[in-house]
C-alpha cells in the first residue's frame, strides 16, 4: 500500500509541476475558470478511485471471478456514470457556494474566444486519446483477449482522455495560446 500511495504522490508531483512549472507544488493566483478545473480535476480522480475501491471492496475481493464477468463489468459501468455526474455536480454546486461565499461577486465569469480555443485544443487531444483506447480495445479483441480486457481498456482511456482534458485546460490557462 505504501509504494501505490508513493506512486500517487509522485504522480501529483509530477502533474503540478508541469500545470505550474514556477511554483511547483503551490498554485499561484487563481482566477475562477482555474478553480473550477482543478476541482473538476481533483474530484474526477477521487471519484473514481473511491468507486474503484469500493466496488473491489464490496464484490470482487470475495470473488475475483466477477473481473471476467462481462454482465458485472457493464452494470458496474453503468452504474458508475451516473454516480460520477451526480457527485461532479453536487461537487460545482458547492464550489459555486463558496466562491460566492467567499466574496466573489462573479461566480459564472463569461466566456471569450481564448476560452473557447483552450476548450477545443483540450478536447482535440483528448479525444485522440480515447481514440487511440478504442483502437487498442478492438485490437484486445482481434488478438482473442477475453471481452473483460476491452472493457477495462475502454474504461481507462476513457478516464485517462478526462483527465487528460483538464490537465490540458490548466496547462493552456497557465501557459496561454
Not at 509522485?10 to 482566477?31: E, H
Not at 453536487?90 to 476548450?119: F, N, T, W
Not at 478492438?138 to 476513457?158: C, H, N
Request: net charge positive.
Amino acid at each position: 500500500m505504501s509504494k501505490k500511495l508513493d506512486i500517487m504522490i509522485n504522480i501529483f508531483i509530477f502533474v503540478s509541476k508541469i500545470i505550474y512549472p514556477k511554483t511547483g507544488l503551490i498554485p499561484p493566483v487563481m482566477d475562477i475558470k482555474e478553480k473550477r478545473i482543478l476541482v473538476s480535476l481533483v474530484s474526477s480522480v477521487a471519484i473514481m478511485a473511491i468507486y474503484c475501491f469500493c466496488v473491489y471492496y464490496r464484490f470482487i475481493h470475495s470473488n475475483p471471478a466477477l473481473l471476467h464477468d462481462l454482465r458485472f463489468l457493464g452494470k458496474w459501468f453503468l452504474i458508475m456514470v451516473p454516480v460520477a455526474i451526480v457527485a461532479q455536480i453536487i461537487i460545482q454546486i458547492l464550489l459555486a457556494i463558496y466562491l460566492k461565499v467567499s466574496g466573489h461577486d462573479d461566480i459564472d465569469p463569461i466566456e471569450d474566444e481564448r476560452d473557447k480555443m483552450i476548450e477545443l485544443k483540450a478536447i482535440k487531444i483528448s479525444h485522440y486519446i480515447f481514440i487511440i483506447g478504442f483502437m487498442m480495445a478492438m485490437g484486445s479483441l482481434g488478438m482473442a483477449m477475453k471481452p473483460s480486457v476491452m472493457i477495462f481498456v475502454l474504461m481507462i482511456m476513457g478516464f485517462l482522455a478526462s483527465v487528460v482534458n483538464e490537465v490540458l485546460r490548466l496547462w493552456y490557462y497557465r501557459k496561454g495560446i
